[in-house]
């Protein structure tokens, strides 16, 4: 989930709403910011799915 906003002079901002780091700021065209976001690494959802990925290996463990 990424917050856009618009600067006044046309120019868009936009962060992500997992992590809150601005991703780009006054990006001319929608396009760059689909871009921005599209190459966004999220940490806050990357450290969510190394989680994710433990638990099921530890149940994983349990069930053997
Ligand atoms: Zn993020």
Do not use: W
């Amino acid at each position: 989930m990424y917050n856009r906003t618009q600067n006044e002079n046309g120019s868009y901002n936009t962060r992500c709403l997992d992590c809150f780091i601005t991703i780009a700021f006054s990006v001319e065209t929608e396009k760059e910011l689909d871009q921005r976001e599209m190459r966004h690494i999220c940490p806050e959802k990357a450290l969510a799915g190394l989680l994710v990925r433990e638990q099921s290996i530890a149940s994983r463990s349990l069930a053997n």
